[in-house]
């Protein structure tokens, strides 16, 4: 019933910037903690960024300068702004949220099928 959809992903050159948004759908009351996480071909899967709930966030050293992680509680959507992209950014990105049903209850964690991300050098 509740099910994380990524989108955002695609082809784009070095230098550039994507954007990958998260929507949480289904029957559920907001998200909490929530972050990225990418696999690249025959590595892996690594973490990326964290945002909390009260907007605190966290980012991979990789990363860090370049990417951004952002929430919008009223859609129940998180987002991914990456900049500056490298070859090595180059993988899969997945989403995962923990979801709230109602208030104070917590229905448990819940990944996305995730999106690819290719940049071209």
């Known amino acids: 019933q509740v099910q994380l959809v990524e989108s955002g992903g695609g082809l784009v050159q070095a230098g550039g910037s994507l954007r990958l948004s998260c929507s949480a759908s289904?029957?559920?009351?907001?998200?909490?903690?929530a972050g990225w996480h990418r696999q690249a071909p025959g590595l892996q899967r690594e973490w990326v960024a964290t945002?909390?709930?009260?907007?605190?966030?966290n980012y991979a050293d990789a990363v860090k300068g370049r990417f951004t992680i952002s929430r919008d509680n009223a859609k129940n959507t998180v987002y991914l702004q990456m900049n500056s992209l490298k070859a090595e950014d180059t993988a899969v990105y997945y989403c995962?949220?923990?979801?709230?049903?109602?208030?104070?209850?917590?229905?448990?964690?819940?990944w996305g099928q995730g999106t690819q991300v290719t940049v071209s050098s």
């Open positions: 995962a949220a923990s979801v709230y049903v109602r208030l104070g209850m917590r229905r448990g964690d819940y």
């Open positions: 289904g029957s559920i009351f907001s998200i909490g903690t």
């Open positions: 945002i909390t709930s009260d907007g605190s966030t």
